[in-house]
């Protein structure tokens, strides 16, 4: 995540920066990479304007909030820009996975045996399909502790998943698209 602050009419200050980049983290959980977050905190008159703007994966989410106090008007923004993410984030989760989200893939663990007959999504994460060869991932499944390891195959721009296998061999998911 890159958060940038900019202050107007007023001189900067690194308690207020390190303050708006600090509560800012809380919104990491809803939002998928990458993240960018611009504060511009300004003064006019009695009145301090804390604005800002984050973009995430092509989304753009504004808040704007005055008050007589920069550190309760920062904390009032943030709520908005959290509920605005959390509505967002439902609304993807509502809908078919699988448009438009080219550079991230979300997997869940299933758990069966729930109501309805059907497993539900119990935990979602988001992943950073991150463009490598397959001997690449070969190697940082070497490294990494994960069972599985998601791609963009360099070769095809694909999305692809190596998994590990029961018998510690690997297997190879390619996707292919019509």
């Given at each position: 995540?890159?958060?940038?602050?900019?202050?107007?009419?007023?001189?900067?200050?690194?308690?207020?920066?390190?303050?708006?980049?600090?509560?800012?983290?809380?919104?990491?959980?809803?939002?998928?990479?990458?993240?960018?977050?611009?504060?511009?905190?300004?003064?006019?008159?009695i009145r301090h304007i804390a604005d800002a703007?984050?973009?995430?994966?092509?989304?753009?989410?504004?808040?704007?909030?005055?008050?007589?106090?920069?550190?309760?008007?920062?904390?009032?923004?943030?709520?908005?820009?959290?509920?605005?993410?959390?509505?967002?984030?439902?609304?993807?989760?509502?809908?078919?996975?699988?448009?438009?989200?080219?550079?991230?893939?979300?997997?869940?663990?299933?758990?069966?045996?729930?109501?309805?007959?059907?497993?539900?999504?119990?935990?979602?994460?988001?992943?950073?399909?991150?463009?490598?060869?397959?001997?690449?991932?070969?190697?940082?499944?070497?490294?990494?502790?994960?069972?599985?390891?998601?791609?963009?195959?360099?070769?095809?721009?694909?999305?692809?998943?190596?998994?590990?296998?029961?018998?510690?061999?690997?297997?190879?998911?390619?996707?292919?698209?019509?």
């Amino acid at each position: 995540m890159q958060v940038t602050v900019t202050f107007r009419h007023m001189d900067s200050s690194g308690a207020l920066k390190k303050y708006a980049e600090e509560k800012t983290e809380r919104l990491v959980k809803y939002l998928i990479e990458p993240i960018e977050v611009h504060w511009v905190l300004s003064v006019e008159k009695i009145r301090h304007i804390a604005d800002a703007t984050i973009v995430a994966n092509g989304v753009t989410i504004k808040g704007q909030e005055a008050t007589e106090e920069m550190y309760s008007a920062i904390d009032k923004v943030l709520d908005k820009l959290e509920k605005q993410v959390r509505k967002h984030k439902e609304k993807v989760k509502n809908h078919k996975f699988g448009q438009g989200e080219s550079s991230s893939v979300r997997y869940g663990a299933v758990e069966a045996g729930t109501p309805g007959g059907g497993a539900r999504i119990v935990k979602t994460e988001n992943v950073f399909a991150k463009p490598m060869s397959i001997e690449e991932a070969r190697m940082q499944m070497d490294v990494i502790d994960k069972d599985f390891l998601v791609f963009t195959d360099a070769s095809s721009s694909q999305i692809s998943v190596l998994y590990r296998r029961n018998d510690g061999d690997l297997g190879l998911i390619e996707t292919r698209t019509k």
